[in-house]
Structures are given as structure tokens and as C-alpha cells.
């Protein structure tokens, strides 16, 4: 990684407004908020997010959330679809934690308003890819996340000991003696900000704005990530970005995911001649978990010559088609495409970041004071290939368990209003104005040729050589806007996966090495992880 400083910006704590808080909580997706409602009203809590409080991955999730609800299923089936989705780097004891817990977290939503669908006044559960019962429960057919993030918010809001700032960028994470003690922020209006926290709580969510083909929303830069590994965190398993394998492909459309669930309701893949092309791959078939999935499409593409597969439900009901997705069905309406009697074109997109900072079962990662939970971290569950509908399951669990670890330790903490005498000097280096936004797309086009589904070390050689040269010029600035420090931490999560996946020779979950196509488990069942800068 070239020589970049500590923080982002310069600041002077003499100089600098302050804001004291109990505990701070860097997210306002399903992981900050499911922490923030689970610390005791006696606690003083701030949620920061970068965004309105509605714009998070949790809210654009589809599918569901996994749980284990109906007789015919047990604890030791999803356990063990978890792991065998996981490619042999899954840790057991979380697993079983997160799958044990994940029925009352799914009663503990309800609680707190979630209105889930129902099938004769049960709660109505579907199946999707890797799973060997149905077990995902779901809310406004294909809106799960939007009906979730909904009731917490309303909650949230309502919460005497909370505040919820909206807008506000975390530039970095403050630190003292090897310890974080809050964050460095910036809010329209009001600058640079340093709220000093006796605990944090970093729920900051995923990265796949560093793709050009992703279904995430423009929030997702990896700015938690980032500033946790600038101050001196660790990270890990940063090769394995999860790529969903249906996201519809239209010219001038935004690249809209289209659900696990529809593959979990019957649809079918079909190449450009209307052949099942995933018959032959996998005995699952479409219900194949997503690594597979994903790479049979791209390796399909390359054989045919075709920008795109499709996706065929005309065989399916078109009434529970129709009352199921109401949201695929109203976006591909506005492309002319009735999805219940045309072909859905699509191609695999980033969707999901399964590394990031390393935490233990309670949550905490390797820098005191720090705290983690979903999308941001890396916790064991979800190995080389997420299982899916486990991520909104994993920002409860993990939310909760934040919550309950920087309660008690902050509970054990006095009082103290003194700002701790930091301070960020450095000369940054001037070489005129740069184009962020050009620099940025050219990023972000690079990492689908190199660091897409398919990868190769001669490619990501090319990767490593064409971020090394960005950051060289654009790391050691000082910028006062959120594109320019949006750039600068997609530049060094950039890095950071491409340079795991360049040292992981084998194929293992969603890392695939066309060079190393075979899994090798006696060099490479083990994680890999990034020394911190601090």
C-alpha cells in the first residue's frame, strides 16, 4: 500500500467542534439500528449515517431473512447448508450461533412492527438458492428490507436515548494509545465535527460501489472498512466479494437485482438458444448457491457470445408470480418486459462484501473500543460464498451482541469531557485538480474486467499495477468534499482485494482463479488477512 497519512483530513482538536456521546453507532442499515434499539435507554446513543436514514443496503434487500420455523425443518439443516455453502471457511461455533438465534430475532422484528407475509395466517416461507427447506420469510412479496428497515426506523425514532443524524460522513475513526475513542465526521453546514464515544459501534455496510455492475446503492464505498483499517484494525477474506447472479441487464437501466426467490419459486436460466445451460452444471440446478450460479452464467456468455442469459417464468403461475414480486414486476413493466410472459435478460453483478473487519462472536474487533456488525465485517458465518437471506439474519445477531458488549463496557466508563489531545498535521501534496469522477469509473470498470467473477494473476497483476498508480497521486491529497474521500477508500479496499486475491491460488467460494480452477484445502482452508496501517 503507498505512503498515505493517518486521516484523511487535517484537523486541530482546539479548534475543531465537539460532540461527547455514551456509544456511537456508524450505520443506520439493519446492523447500526437493530444495535442502537438493543442498548439500555440508560445509555446516550448517536447513529451517524452518510445518507438519508432510508438509503442502506438492508433497505434494498429482497429476499428475506433465514430461519428455522417450520417442523419439517431443524437448526442442524440450515447449519449445515451454511457450511456447505461456505467452501470449507465457515466457522462452525458462529454459525450455530447466528442459525440457533435467527427465530427470535424474526419474532423480536415482528415485535417491533415488522409486518411479514403471511399464507393462512402463517408466516409465509419460500426457498432460495443452497437451502434444502423452505425456510425465508418475507415481507411485500420481493420487498423485505424496505418493510424491515420501515418498522425499525419508526422505532429508532422514537427512542428516547437516540439521536440519528443524517448526512453525516465518517471520515476516519479517531483513535488514542492504540484505542478508538470515536469518530471524525463531516456535516453540511457544519463541517468537521469530532465525536468522541466511549464506545463504537461500526456497522458502516459493504463496498459494492467499487464494481460498475452492482445492485448496491451509491452509499456502498467501503468508507467503514477503509477507516477502520487506517486506524489500525484488521481485515480479512477481502478476495471473496459475492456476485449475484441475476441482476437485470437492460440499456439505461440501473443494474436492479432480481430475486434469489424467483429462482426459489421455479424460474428457470436459459442461454440464447433456450437451453436449462445449468442442468449440466450442478444436480441443484438453479437452486445451486450463488458462486455457482454466477460463474455457469459468465462461463455460458463466453461460450455463446452473448452479453446476457435470461431468466424464464412463463411456465410458473402467473398469479403468484405477480402477487410474489409486485417489485420485479413493476420495474421490468417500465423496460416492456411482462415478466410473466417474456424472457428476463440478466448477468451476475456485485452484491454482497463477505470480508471486511475481522470481529469474534461478541462483535469486537482487534482494536479496543471498536466494535463491528454486518455487511462491514468479516465474523466466520458466512465462509468463501454467503448462504442466501443470511446477511439481514447477521446484522441482527450481530447488531444485538454489539450492543450487549459496548453497554456493559461503556457502562464500567465515567464520564469525562475532555477532548484527548489529537492532532492531524501534514503537508498535502498539490499536483492540481483532479477528476474524481473519472478516476472513479475508470475504477470501477477496471475491477469488472479484472477482479469479476472469473479471475486470473495476469489480470490482476494489470489491477494491482493500474490502483497502485491511482492512489499514488490521489491518497496523499486533502479533500474537502464525500467524492473525493468516497474515491480514496474505494482506492484502498480496491487494493486490498485485489492483492488477497492475487495471493489466493485456488478456487474457493466466490474466487474463482481460472489459472488455480481446482480448491485446495492443504494450502488454502485458512483466511487471509490485511496488516492494519496503524
Known sequence: MPNTHRYLVQFNPKQTPHVFTDILVIGGGIAGLRAALAIPKSIDVLVVTKDSIQQSNSAYAQGGIAGVLSPEDRFENHIEDTLIAGGGLCHR??????????????NDLIALGTHFDEDAGQLALTREGGHSHRRIVHALGDATGFEVMRA????????PNLAIWDDTFTIDLLTHEARCVGALVHRPNHGKLLIWAKQTILAAGGAGMIFRETTNPPVATGDGMAAAYRAGAELRDMEFMQFHPTVLYV?????????EAVRGEG?????????????????RAELAPRDIVAQAIVCCMERTKHPNVYLDLRHLDKALVRRRFPGIEKVCKGFGIDITSDLIPIRPGAHYMIGGVTV????RTTLPGLWAAGEVTSSGLHGANRLASNSLLEGLVYGAACARGASEVALTMPDHFTALPLASRFEPEDGGSLDVADITNS???MMVRHMGVIRDRAGLIEAQHDVAFWQRYALPREFTNRPGWELQNLLTIARL??????EREESRGVHFRSDFPARNDTAWQRHIACRPMG
Open 152 to 159: 425499525i426506523i419508526a422505532k429508532a425514532k422514537e427512542a
Open 93 to 106: 461455533d458462529i454459525v450455530e450461533m447466528v442459525v440457533c438465534e435467527a427465530p427470535q430475532q424474526i
Open 267 to 283: 424460474a428457470y436460466l436459459r442461454d440464447k438458444h433456450m437451453e436449462r445451460f445449468m442442468l449440466a452444471v450442478d444436480p
Open 360 to 363: 469474534d462472536e461478541k462483535g
Open 251 to 259: 440499456a439505461g437501466s440501473s443494474r436492479f437485482l432480481i430475486s
Open 443 to 445: 475504477l470501477r470498470s
Open 497 to 502: 482485494m485485489i492483492d488477497s486475491a492475487l
